[in-house]
């Protein structure tokens, strides 16, 4: 269970010292304005303020489990002048006794009797002033969690945005693969086997992305070269790719799936709407601060079905937001006869997201 | 006598396949296998085959618009990958729907359907005619011997003239065997029908003229002129905001 004072051995150490100064000050006033003997007095504010500290500590139960936010406003008044009447009562029963028991003395005895109205009033604002310094604990605490609760809730959210803006495996392109192994196996069994291969590599690559976020750009690319062989088989060697690929860029980490939407993409604007020999080509190059994927193919405006830039750059570009804020850059260019994307990407070498 | 197929198919294996399938029975000769949109419309309207084996995503336009611009009814047999199509296929002489990967049996059902059809069939058959359900971007027109494709931008007005309809373009107008009442739905929003036999495109509108009492044109920026019934004038109206 926590205490504000228990759970932190600091703060505990600030209250005693607190309550200490208190019945310091408590022993010199009594000693200065009521001339009461110095070892009396000290007896007397040390005992009194002592049981104050206790008491006061077992006060913070009634207010974080007993009483706050789960009672109404008037609830919770009668509530404090109830508790403030039992604490303050014992309180004063307690230290009465135990002082009249440690000292006989007939002067303070008198002085113990006279006191008991200004020790009620004490006993009451130290109450409220402890009851109020619970309170600002309280509302901190709260603060503090909701805080974390909503850094969580954020973290959440976009984790959930990432996976849905995750590529999913394109079903047609999955369908039009098993027909062309279908015809295979009529053919060619052997190119049939090497293409369900392929395809099962491939595929295994694509779930596999509850791992990371990112992996190296040399990986990235052996997938898409799977992926183009495949797209080989179903157009022939219309499909042509060229890769160039600087040699520190192989480590490079890169946003996970990132490489085969924008390949797939171009295979589409490519070869699959025009029908003529396409050339796909990749190029990714390395400066100071971060990595230029370029892919460039040949497309024809005349024949896209679909306008703007669909949805799958789209995606990728809402992702690439998400993973990077403003640190990237994506430039899409198109003529009436090739389309152009370069991907601008901040070097980066740790998995966090 | 042997019946006439010809295989419009842009992959080569499933090209293949196709072939092999039909290749058992003999009395379908293939005579030709396309691999764009272009070559196709060319080779069915040269030929004229019973049976098309039609894909639907093929290159230069989808196999739904070449079918716009084949002058004869022929049986056809859709094969894709995509069933966004296919509720609406089973019409009249779309004989079946193979959605790919299918099996020898699967195919053959498809085939023995189309020999069905093709033993009653008689002129009354129409059209396999394909209902959208999306929106289009561009409309396809066959010009002589060259096709055309016109981006929906490029269109100025649609005008109905008996069975089919002319589509006005700055570089001249196009005439396509269809009915305006198809397109009023399909375009984009810029299309608005002012008209029983006319859509226009409100980015060409110059300026809107009264003829007489509660009788207006639209003058176009070209001075063409648009008619405008009285709903379509309430529908100009509220989307112009005049």
Known sequence: MYHPFYSNKTYLKYYLIVWAIIAVLNAIVEYKAYGLDIQFALIDSFVFNFIFAVLGFGLWYTIRYGVFGKLSFASSIVNYIVSATVLVGLLLFISNNLLALFISNENYITFLDKSLLFRLISGVLFFTLLVLFYYLVVYYRNIQEKTKNENKLNLLIKEAELKSLKTQINPHFLFNSLNSINALTISDTEKAQQMIFKLSEFLRYSVRSHKSEFNTLSEEIENVEKYLDIEVVRFGDKLKFTKIIEKECADIK??????????????????????????????????????????????????????????????????????????????INSDNKTFNIKITLPLKTNTEI | MKIKAIIVEDEIPAQDLLKHYISKHQNIDVLDICNDGFKAVKSINNTKPDIIFLDIQIPKITG????????????????????????????????????????????????????????????????????????????????????????????????AQDDYIYIYTEKGRFLKKDTIKKYENLLSESFIRTHRSYIVNINFIDKLELLSKESYVILLKDKSKVKVSKSGYKLLKSKLGF
């Open chain 2, 64 to 159: 739904i618009e070449l079918l716009e611009l084949i002058d004869y009814n022929p049986v056809v047999i859709f094969t894709t990958a995509y069933d966004k199509y296919a509720i609406n296929a089973f019409e009249q002489n779309a004989a079946d729907y193979l959605l790919k990967p299918f099996s020898e049996e699967r195919f053959n059902k498809a085939i023995n359907k189309a020999l069905d059809l093709l033993n009653n069939y008689n002129n009354e058959n129409s059209k396999v005619n394909i209902e959208l359900e999306e929106k289009i971007t561009r409309i396809v027109v066959k010009n002589n011997n060259t096709i055309e494709i016109i981006p929906l931008d490029k269109i100025m007005y649609l005008e």
């Open chain 1, 254 to 331: 890169v946003p996970f799936l990132i490489l085969q939407p924008l390949i797939e993409n171009a295979v589409k604007y490519s070869i699959g709407q025009t029908g003529e020999e396409s050339l796909i080509s990749l190029s990714c190059i390395l400066d100071s601060k971060s990595c230029v994927i370029t892919i460039n193919n040949n497309y024809n405006k005349l024949y896209t079905t679909d306008t703007g830039e669909g949805v799958g750059l789209n995606n990728i570009k809402k992702r690439l937001e998400l993973i990077y804020g403003t640190n990237f850059k994506m430039d």
